[in-house]
Nanobody
């Protein structure tokens, strides 16, 4: 239903920063929840962060808390994931998703982007 396009991935060294962007194909509903998930090599897709479009309530996985920041820009209809202090464990394909539930469960999300690769290596 909703197309999501992620961008901003790349290859960086440990300690570096990256900012990912998620652009939906239509204006978000006020009830929408946007989330970032990631899937590393040989791992299941895991929750990273989410934000409620209306009000901006946020939630983070423990593994990224204090390092990553999720935000949204209402005029641009864009969601961001600012990633600081990256380490090798952050290497993954990062996916943007949108749903109607304030949930860390990937099964509750309705639409997904194609993902953007983040590689952290020396």
């Amino acid at each position: 239903q909703v197309q999501l396009v992620e961008s901003g991935g790349g290859s960086v060294q440990p300690g570096d920063s990256l900012t990912l962007s998620c652009k939906p194909s239509q204006r978000p509903y006020s009830s929408s929840v946007y989330a970032w998930f990631r899937q590393g090599p040989g791992k299941e897709r895991e929750f990273v962060a989410l934000i409620r479009w209306h009000g901006g309530s946020r939630l983070y996985a423990d593994s990224v808390k204090g390092r990553f920041t999720i935000s949204r820009d209402n005029p641009k209809n864009t969601v961001y994931l600012q990633m600081n202090s990256l380490n090798t464990e952050d290497t993954a394909v990062y996916y943007c998703a949108v749903g109607s539930q304030y949930s860390t469960d990937r099964r509750t999300y309705d639409d997904w982007g194609q993902g953007t690769q983040v590689t952290v290596a020396s």
